[in-house]
């Protein structure tokens, strides 16, 4: 058997991830709480309790007073349960149900689509955010979702969700919004994206990203339990009537460090990462900019820079762990581990390489 | 704000659980890889490779020499995903195409089968196993998958799996072999249930259960890479180009928990810990039959007694974590956690209570 290392990586070179080290509490909470599984609340009581409260705290943060959903995998999870609840909800044949959403969804809607067997019917962006027309033209009477994104994967980039949600009313479809990655940032920001400014259905809203719990925690938000519920299958041997997660077992970790990271962050905490990773954003474009790169101005904080394939080849072999846009850009995802120190080290490099 | 309690159960009066305790090697292994993502292997490369080394351990286990797969979120997604590739593959429409399982199947198989929209055959169980007559019967040029159970959920019984292959084979369908509970009793066992000893495509056999990896840890095995590719989607800003699984960001924890159980466990650790198991069921049996009450004889350590409601309920309110078939049996379910001190603890209120 080959032996692999069971050294983890360092986070220091770390450039491209969405995921952070979770902050000391959360990790705490997440190791306490390894062994238990909120998906049998009758067997591991302790843990469901905490989950009531880490969708408190989701709610509070997503503008929702009386939040349904639960901690799921992931987002990619939270979106897929978007798409099938709409689906079971639209009612009819999955054939001829459609899925609107822009080019700028993640993938995990392709994934969620092909699952699910409905159409995804993807429209164009204008300046990395869906383009209204596009949605108006795309959608019909058999669309059973639109989706907007708060915080693009690429670009950072927030949909007009008010506008989107309007549409979707249009045609008598419900709107989801992918916060995955951008809802613990956005309520430091004017954007309307949540349940409070835009009548919204659902929400993946993710802990285990920005919101620094350990990972696996997913948020999935619904306003009206029913969506929950055209979800929920029958458990037998479970002392628990139904199930409305797509996974059977979960992780208490994520559960339990999704509320100690709440409880140590929300609001705060969570203003002042904000605002450190912003403004590391500004400072690494504008010195890009100043080299004379083409950089995508950040409104959340990613840069995307136009670098030539050489310099970033070169990046990689040195050790930063960096991606690239579907157009090939550089992208750099502020988060909380990615210091301005980081950010110095690999534009010293940057310029070693260029 | 609610304060739920910090405190995780301890497992000491834990009967109902499929998962259990970690190993010590897993429960460090697990923190150490807290926050690490297998779903992203160009940011997480360290995690990647193990991940390539616990799935020859499960190979090695499951008797394939040469195993595709990954680690999943644990049973139920790779039911799932066994389902959404025999689907995919069958190709056609997906109301034409049919699941054949017998009704002792996980209730993830309902699941699997409402999301990706395909027809669910249950046929029924003689003595707790798949009716080979009926599942004959129920099979046709549409069924795209026939489902076995090599450990069921209920009452621990194995599936004829190479008879169910065979059946399979007979329509052009795949076979799926769920060993989730079972797939870390079953080497040490007569039963022919594995890649080895009969025709299989894929496996769920989940190292978060008997395994004594850290939740999530559920595997997915397929003989066929082509069953993986089926299931791929394109990942652009990964800097991988496809990802198989059903979730994106996946726990590291679960990842590197299995190779460390694996290594400190397989396979005499895991023999020992079975035969335990056995003992322990064995003997729990002829207490309860003892008694005078009627009890499922166990095949794989878990057991099913016929009780009454109230003395199931005094047992619940005195702390006592057990949950019912349905059929409304008390069920104990022998993990490596439950020892016969808490066995004997469990008689004693059983009887103070009856």
């Known amino acids: 058997m080959q032996r692999a290392s069971m050294e983890p990586q360092s986070f220091d070179r770390v450039l491209s991830s969405m995921c952070t080290e979770p902050h000391p509490a959360a990790r705490r909470a997440a190791e306490r709480f390894l ?42 999870e939270a979106n897929i349960q978007a798409v099938r609840a709409a689906r079971n909800l639209a009612g009819g044949r999955s054939e001829s149900t459609n899925i609107v959403a822009a080019e700028s969804a993640h993938f995990s809607f392709r994934k969620a689509t092909g699952l699910v067997d409905v159409e995804l019917r993807l429209v164009p962006t204008v300046g990395g955010k869906a383009d209204l027309e596009a949605v108006e033209s795309a959608v019909d009477d058999d669309t059973a979702l639109v989706v907007g994104v708060a915080g693009t994967t690429e670009y950072g980039r927030v949909d007009p969700i008010s506008d989107l949600a ?28 949540d349940f409070a ?23 999935f938000l619904v306003r009206d339990r029913a969506m929950l ?93 960096i991606s690239r846009t579907g157009r090939g850009e550089l992208r750099v995802v502020c988060m909380p581990h990615v210091t301005r120190e980081i950010l110095k080290a690999f534009l010293a490099d940057f310029d070693r390489y260029r």
């Not at 259905?201 to 919101?211: E, F, N, Q």
Request: charged residues 20%; aromatic residues 8%; negative net charge.
């Open 35 to 76: 062994a238990t599984n909120p998906g049998d609340p009758a067997s591991y009581p302790a843990v469901a309790d905490l989950e009531a409260e880490a969708l408190e705290y989701l709610g509070e943060i997503a503008g929702l007073p009386e939040p349904h959903g639960y901690i799921a995998s992931g987002g990619t």
């Open 166 to 193: 309007e549409i979707a009313r249009s045609v008598d479809a419900r709107i989801h919004v992918d916060a995955a990655w951008g809802g613990f940032l956005l309520p430091f920001t004017d954007y309307e994206w």
């Open 197 to 219: 400014s835009a009548k919204i259905d659902s929400m993946t809203i993710d802990p285990h990203k920005v919101g620094r719990a350990a990972i696996p925690a997913g948020g």
């Open 229 to 321: 519920d055209a979800l929920a299958v029958e458990t037998p041997y479970l002392e628990s009537a139904s199930q409305a997660s797509l996974t059977g077992t979960r992780s208490g970790a994520g559960v339990a460090s999704t509320v100690a990271a709440c409880e140590a962050l929300w609001p705060e905490g969570y203003r002042e990462q904000y605002e450190r990773a912003r403004k590391n954003a500004t400072w690494l474009a504008e010195e890009l900019s100043g080299r004379g790169f083409a950089v995508v101005e950040p409104e959340l904080p990613i840069v995307a820079a136009e670098t030539p394939q050489e310099l970033f080849d070169a990046l990689r072999s040195a050790g930063w762990r």
